[in-house]
């Protein structure tokens, strides 16, 4: 009797159960740090979530207390203004690069710049907003800190916008064409509604990227303990909070800054997840 091939057959199943652990292994480790990092900030500063937390606007230094009302609302209109300034800007660029700049030399450079952009140090830009806006205006501000975030956005979107729209079938130009519609007006009624599902993916990566910097609100929006919506003053935002308070004397500011943790990192993760779902709705409708 031929034993060869069944232990043959034996080690070729405990290889392939071997790679296939192995490989499951490798595919955890890089959501290992996430669900470390979410098991800390939760073990850390749960016990400072509660209403009031989120309602009340912070306690005088070394004072139990208060809340981080203000960096909430100073982080959703910072965070919307820079959209505001970034959004049109990036996705009329994207359309010039997929549209009509393609593949000339102006184009090129517009792509090289754009992708050098998305890699200048946030504290760079930071930097710059403030010899661009602080300097003038001769005070720090919101609006500072948004023309900031923007200049993050902007290379981010134009990029998107260019892929998402180049993947729009030419028979759809070619059809509104032929019935005698401008180019111009084929692109926005026809070619951009058709990739703006694409488009607006995009623009939520962006946006999660800027939402949890502080380099650039250090130098821009330098942040307040009272509740302001004129973006002309200085405003304070979630990473402000987080960074001051972690780096204060006081523990109860540490817990502080824990909770605010929390609130910063759940915003972040529910922009990816609410992206991923809008790109999982394209790949479904190709």
Same mark, same amino acid.
């Given at each position: ?71 909430? @609302?100073?982080?959703?209109?910072? !965070? %919307?203004?820079? #959209?505001? $300034? ?6 009329? +660029? =994207? ?95 026809? @070619?951009?509604?058709?990739?703006? !599902? %694409?488009?607006? #993916?995009? $623009? ?6 800027? +939402? =949890? ?74």
């Amino acid at each position: 009797m031929n034993h060869t091939y069944p232990a043959r057959e034996r080690w070729r199943r405990f290889k392939n159960r071997f790679i296939l652990a192995a490989i499951t292994v490798l595919a955890l480790i890089p959501a290992l740090p996430l669900f470390l990092i979410l098991f800390q900030l939760f073990h850390k500063g749960l016990s400072s979530l509660s209403l009031d937390f989120f309602i009340h606007l912070p306690a005088p230094p070394g004072e139990s207390g208060g809340g981080i009302a203000n960096a909430i @609302v100073g982080t959703l209109i910072i !965070v %919307g203004l820079a #959209t505001l $300034i970034g959004v049109p800007i990036s996705i009329l +660029a =994207g359309i010039y690069l997929s549209e009509y700049g393609k593949d000339t030399k102006f184009a090129e450079a517009v792509r090289i710049c754009a992708d050098v952009l998305q890699g200048v140090p946030s504290i760079v830009i930071g930097i710059v907003a403030y010899a661009w806006v602080v300097r003038p205006m001769g005070h720090f501000s919101a609006l500072s800190g948004s023309v900031a975030l923007a200049l993050m956005m902007i290379p981010v979107v134009v990029r998107t916008t260019e892929e998402v729209l180049r993947l729009v079938p030419d028979i759809l130009r070619e059809a509104s064409l032929a019935l005698g519609v401008p180019y111009w007006r084929t692109v926005l009624k026809v @070619v951009l509604p058709t990739g703006m !599902v %694409g488009v607006t #993916t995009g $623009i939520l990566i962006a946006v999660a990227r800027i +939402a =949890g910097e502080t380099a650039p609100l250090l130098f821009t929006a330098f942040g307040n303990q009272f509740m302001t919506l004129n973006p002309l003053e200085p405003m304070n935002a979630l990473p402000l909070v987080i960074f001051n308070y972690a780096t204060s004397p006081y523990e109860d500011w540490w817990q502080q800054a824990w909770g605010a943790s929390i609130v910063l990192v759940l915003m972040v993760l529910a922009l990816n997840i609410l992206s991923r779902l809008l790109a999982r709705r394209i790949a479904g409708e190709k």
